[in-house]
Nanobody, 120 residues
Framework: QVQLVESGGALVQAGGSLRLSCAAS????????MNWYRQAPGKERELVAG???????NYADSVKGRFTISRDNAKNTVYLQMNSLKPEDTAVYYC??????????????WGQGTQVTVSS
């Protein structure tokens, strides 16, 4: 099994910054993509940012230029640096990790979610 532990969510004023972290542990052989999703009340979950094992990144248009995703492969950890936060960034943020387990089977795991609230 692969477990994800997220941290970093908080209440912040518009224009502020937060850094989310997600650490993966368990029966991991390798990690391919690491992603951040978010879900606001009444809305569908959406992809915010993703990063591959090679370091290639992609972002939702709504966060380009404000958010930065990065990873520490030695720690199996992915980060999301969020700057210039807006009230519309308010959501529960979920970490998603995809890889291969020690039993040579693919896995996809989700974090428990961390609340980000941006006040105007």
């Amino acid at each position: 099994q692969v477990q994800l532990v997220e941290s970093g969510g908080a209440l912040v004023q518009a224009g502020g910054s937060l850094r989310l972290s997600c650490a993966a542990s368990g029966t991991i052989l390798s990690i391919n993509s690491m992603n951040w999703y978010r879900q606001a009340p009444g809305k569908e979950r959406e992809l915010v940012a993703g990063i591959t094992s090679g370091g290639s990144t992609n972002y939702a248009d709504s966060v380009k230029g404000r958010f930065t995703i990065s990873r520490d492969n030695a720690k199996n950890t992915v980060y999301l640096q969020m700057n210039s936060l807006k009230p519309e960034d308010t959501a529960v943020y979920y970490c998603n990790v995809n890889g291969v387990s020690r039993w040579m089977s693919p896995f996809t795991s989700w974090g428990q979610g961390t609340q980000v609230t941006v006040s105007s």
